[in-house]
C-alpha cells in the first residue's frame, strides 16, 4: 500500500494529492481543528480510501471527520462525499447555487468548451456530477465556517454557477477549487468553466483576500505572495480570436 501524498502547507493544513483518474494533479485539502477534521473536497468517487490513509498517516480515524466542504459539484471534487458521509456525524457544505447538483436534485451544466479545451478534454453530453450528496449546509459570499480560524466563503462562480473558495485565516490561505489552477509552474484561470467570463470576473475577489498561500483543486500549491500570483493569472487555454 503506498503512503497517500500528504504536504504539509501551513500548520493543520494538508494538502492531499489524488493520484488515481485522468485529472491533471487533482487535490484535496485536510484542516485538522482541535475539534475535528475538515476535509475540502473530496477526490473522485474511488478516492475515500486513499483519504482514509492520508487521515491514519496523520493520526486520525474516519470518525474524526466533522465537515466537508465541497468547492464545486465536479465528480472529481465532490466524488467521495457521499461515502464519506457514512463514516461520521458531518456536515456538507456547498455553495448554495451548486446545492441543487450536488444532491442531486437537479443537472448540472456542461463546461462550454474552447477549441483548446477541446484539445485536452474530450466534450460529453453528460454534466460532470459524481455519487448525489446530500448537504446540510448552503453557504454564499461572506459566510464563515467555525474552523481555521473563521474560515470565510468567497463566491467565485465561473467554473460552475455556485462555486466557491475559501479563505482560512489561521493559515493565511486560500482554497480556490478550480476558480485557478497551477498549470507548468504558471498560476492560470481554471479550465473547463461553465462560464468563462464570469470565471474571470470572480479572480479579482481571491486576489482580494491577499493570502499569502493558495491550494488549487489543480496543480501544485503556491507559498507565497498568493494574492499577486492570482492577480497575474494567465489563460493559456482561452480561445485564439478568429481571423476575419
Ligand atoms: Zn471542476
Avoid at 463546461?111 to 456530477?129: D, K, Q
Avoid at 493559515?171 to 504558471?186: H, M, R, W, Y
Amino acid at each position: 500500500m503506498t503512503e497517500p501524498g500528504l504536504v504539509e502547507l501551513a500548520s493543520s493544513l494538508y494538502q492531499l494529492r489524488i493520484p488515481e483518474g485522468p485529472a491533471h494533479l487533482l487535490n484535496s485539502y485536510l484542516w485538522l481543528g482541535s475539534d475535528g477534521v475538515t476535509l475540502i473536497d473530496t477526490g473522485w468517487p474511488d478516492s475515500a480510501a486513499l483519504i482514509e490513509r492520508a487521515l491514519a498517516a496523520l493520526d486520525r480515524r474516519r470518525a474524526d471527520v466533522v465537515r466537508i466542504v465541497l468547492t464545486h459539484f465536479h465528480e472529481d471534487h465532490a466524488g467521495s462525499a457521499a461515502e464519506i458521509t457514512t463514516w461520521s456525524r458531518v456536515e456538507v457544505v456547498a455553495g448554495a447555487d451548486d446545492s441543487a447538483f450536488v444532491s442531486g436534485e437537479r443537472r448540472g451544466p456542461l463546461p462550454s468548451l474552447t477549441v483548446l479545451e477541446r484539445t485536452i478534454h474530450a466534450e460529453s453530453a453528460e454534466p460532470p456530477h459524481g455519487p448525489a450528496c446530500r448537504v446540510d449546509r448552503e453557504v454564499r459570499e461572506g459566510d464563515v465556517l467555525d474552523f481555521a480560524g473563521g474560515a470565510r466563503v468567497v463566491s467565485v462562480p465561473g467554473h460552475t454557477p455556485g462555486s466557491i473558495a475559501l479563505y482560512l485565516p489561521d493559515a493565511d490561505a486560500l482554497l480556490t477549487g478550480d476558480a485557478v489552477a497551477e498549470f507548468n509552474g504558471e498560476v492560470i484561470l481554471g479550465v473547463f468553466d461553465t462560464d468563462r467570463v464570469t470565471a474571470k470576473l470572480s479572480l479579482a475577489k481571491l486576489v482580494g483576500t491577499g493570502a499569502q498561500i493558495a491550494g488549487f483543486g489543480h496543480g501544485e500549491a503556491v507559498l507565497v505572495d498568493a494574492g499577486a500570483r492570482i492577480a497575474a493569472a494567465t489563460d493559456p487555454f482561452a480561445d485564439v480570436p478568429e481571423r476575419s
